[in-house]
């Protein structure tokens, strides 16, 4: 899952046309039979032939993401995200946007904390140009130091604002309070220290030990055939090197709660980030796990947006859920309130999920949880680009290639029991809480955990 995204995403501008054909539903995707497509040169894809508009959408990741930034430098990953794409080849930075613009192609690149990604799309016609300006884009990027500190001067002014938003305060103390000085705990952006220090040479030595093909994934969803496909990904990826020199990363679990850290910030609204020690994607009790958390926290109709907005009328919105990453996994969740009102929220959010861990759901709430993750799932794939996204995860989460079939079976397998199971492991120890705002109450130290009932 690419929870906690950082950086970069920076979309071009695409023409009138490309956008009206990217949010025309499609049916066909969600049904469609994903094939397993290895190209001439040894490049593997999953991909799905689909006509239905004349677009090709590709997603794809290379294992080391920001977890790979040197020791005292976090945020090269980012920084590599944000200029990649500013000038290549014989190409610089405004001619290299111009060729983008004038053909409608979009082209993005992201760090998660595991994976560094890039996202290409284009109408068909434009393939071609499209595949080159990437392969330029990875093999080739300029790094020049005029675009270099012009991203840099953005980049410090984000980090900047940062530190007076109480949600990015909140989620940087969430993280290094759940995982210490493990890469995880670090500031994925940069800071206001590290970022000012990163050199190219610190870039092109992300570049040269992370974008390889030794962890390659790619997903593709379009208007092309099998054989012009495997061409583009040899000439796109082909020249990458062959392997990765990635620094190992330990398996971390998560600090264990209770706890509750309190940040004092004059500002409107008081929020409050709550969380603790998930469910690994690879674990067998996870999809227990999903389906009990979307009772929980996901979406209007699960407990705690009732409780805490409906019946209290303490927030405006509260949402709960699961994140995984390679090497460890967590449950986040995330509210804002009035700060006369914050201890009471708290309070409120810790009695509910300390019911669900004793109690878990009732069969309705896992009747509806399931009959909800199964509609949603089918229409969330409904474009060319949110099919290829989740074809790209379930590569990551290292699931079967028909796996988007036999999904409803899994969801459905779920019983009562599992699900019980799986929150008193999600939910049974508390909560690791941080609240950041006017309060000086919601500074008040935790109540132990005490045991749970019996079910």
Same mark, same amino acid.
């Given at each position: 899952m690419t929870f906690f995204k950082i950086g970069a995403a920076r979309g071009l501008a695409i023409g009138a046309c490309l956008s009206l054909v990217t949010i025309l539903p499609s049916p066909s995707h969600a049904a469609a039979k994903i094939q397993h497509l290895t190209s001439p040169g040894g490049i593997e894809a999953?991909?799905?032939?689909? $006509? !239905?508009?004349?677009?090709? %959408?590709? &997603?794809?990741?290379?294992?080391?993401?920001?977890?790979?930034?040197?020791?005292? /430098?976090p945020g090269v990953s980012n920084m590599v995200a944000d200029l990649i794409d500013e000038g290549s080849a014989d190409l610089d930075s405004r001619a290299f946007h111009e060729h983008l613009d004038r053909r409608a192609i979009e082209l993005s690149f992201s760090v998660?904390?595991?994976?560094?990604?890039?996202?290409?799309?284009?109408?068909?016609?434009?393939?071609?140009? $499209?595949?080159?300006? @990437?392969?330029?884009? @990875?093999t080739s990027p300029h790094f020049d130091s005029t675009d270099v500190e012009r991203i840099r001067t953005q980049l410090i002014s984000g980090l900047r604002r940062e530190t007076s938003n109480p949600g990015s305060l909140a989620s940087h103390k969430f993280l290094e309070i759940a995982f210490g000085d493990h890469p995880y705990g670090r500031p994925s952006g940069g800071t206001l220290e590290s970022v000012p220090k990163i050199t190219v040479a610190d870039m092109r030595d992300y570049v040269g030990r992370v974008l390889t093909k030794e962890h390659l994934k790619i997903a593709v969803v379009g208007d092309i055939? %099998? $054989? +012009?496909?495997?061409?583009?990904?040899?000439? !796109?990826? #082909?020249?990458?090197?062959? /392997? =990765?020199?990635? !620094?190992?990363?330990?398996?971390? &679990?998560?600090r264990k709660p209770p706890r509750r850290d309190f940040?004092?910030?004059?500002?409107?609204? !008081?929020?409050?980030?709550? #969380?603790?020690?998930?469910?690994?994607?690879?674990?067998? *009790?996870?999809? %227990?796990?999903?389906?009990?958390?979307?009772?929980?926290? #996901?979406?209007?109709?699960?407990?705690?947006?009732? &409780?805490?907005?409906?019946?209290?009328?303490l927030a405006y919105s509260i949402s709960e859920s699961l994140a995984w990453m390679n090497h460890s996994a967590l449950f986040v969740? +995330?509210?804002g309130t009035r700060a006369d009102r914050a201890g009471e929220t708290v309070d409120a959010i810790t009695r509910e999920v300390r019911r669900m861990a004793e109690d878990g759901p009732t069969q309705q709430e896992l009747d509806e949880a399931k009959s909800y993750l199964k509609g949603?799932?089918?229409? +969330?794939? *409904?474009? =060319?680009?949110? @099919?290829?996204? %989740?074809? @790209?995860?379930?590569?990551? *989460?290292?699931?079967?290639?028909d796996y988007l079939e036999r999904r409803n079976a899994m969801v459905d397998a779920v019983t009562i029991d599992d699900a019980r199971k799986a929150a008193r492991r999600l939910w049974g120890d508390g909560l690791l809480t941080v609240i950041v705002g006017r309060a000086p109450q919601a500074a008040a130290q935790p109540v132990a955990a005490t045991p749970l009932k019996a079910n």
């Amino acid at each position: 899952m690419t929870f906690f995204k950082i950086g970069a995403a920076r979309g071009l501008a695409i023409g009138a046309c490309l956008s009206l054909v990217t949010i025309l539903p499609s049916p066909s995707h969600a049904a469609a039979k994903i094939q397993h497509l290895t190209s001439p040169g040894g490049i593997e894809a999953w991909f799905v032939q689909d $006509a !239905t508009v004349p677009l090709v %959408a590709m &997603e794809f990741a290379m294992d080391g993401g920001a977890v790979q930034d040197p020791p005292g /430098k976090p945020g090269v990953s980012n920084m590599v995200a944000d200029l990649i794409d500013e000038g290549s080849a014989d190409l610089d930075s405004r001619a290299f946007h111009e060729h983008l613009d004038r053909r409608a192609i979009e082209l993005s690149f992201s760090v998660t904390r595991d994976y560094f990604r890039g996202s290409l799309r284009m109408l068909k016609d434009n393939k071609d140009e $499209a595949f080159d300006l @990437l392969r330029t884009s @990875l093999t080739s990027p300029h790094f020049d130091s005029t675009d270099v500190e012009r991203i840099r001067t953005q980049l410090i002014s984000g980090l900047r604002r940062e530190t007076s938003n109480p949600g990015s305060l909140a989620s940087h103390k969430f993280l290094e309070i759940a995982f210490g000085d493990h890469p995880y705990g670090r500031p994925s952006g940069g800071t206001l220290e590290s970022v000012p220090k990163i050199t190219v040479a610190d870039m092109r030595d992300y570049v040269g030990r992370v974008l390889t093909k030794e962890h390659l994934k790619i997903a593709v969803v379009g208007d092309i055939d %099998a $054989a +012009s496909l495997g061409s583009l990904l040899d000439r !796109t990826f #082909g020249g990458l090197p062959a /392997k =990765s020199r990635l !620094t190992p990363v330990s398996d971390i &679990e998560a600090r264990k709660p209770p706890r509750r850290d309190f940040i004092a910030l004059d500002v409107p609204q !008081t929020i409050v980030t709550f #969380g603790g020690p998930g469910i690994k994607r690879s674990d067998p *009790d996870f999809m %227990a796990a999903y389906v009990a958390n979307h009772v929980l926290g #996901g979406g209007s109709g699960s407990r705690l947006y009732r &409780e805490v907005r409906e019946k209290r009328g303490l927030a405006y919105s509260i949402s709960e859920s699961l994140a995984w990453m390679n090497h460890s996994a967590l449950f986040v969740g +995330s509210t804002g309130t009035r700060a006369d009102r914050a201890g009471e929220t708290v309070d409120a959010i810790t009695r509910e999920v300390r019911r669900m861990a004793e109690d878990g759901p009732t069969q309705q709430e896992l009747d509806e949880a399931k009959s909800y993750l199964k509609g949603s799932r089918m229409l +969330s794939l *409904d474009t =060319s680009s949110k @099919l290829a996204s %989740a074809m @790209l995860q379930y590569q990551l *989460d290292h699931l079967p290639i028909d796996y988007l079939e036999r999904r409803n079976a899994m969801v459905d397998a779920v019983t009562i029991d599992d699900a019980r199971k799986a929150a008193r492991r999600l939910w049974g120890d508390g909560l690791l809480t941080v609240i950041v705002g006017r309060a000086p109450q919601a500074a008040a130290q935790p109540v132990a955990a005490t045991p749970l009932k019996a079910n």
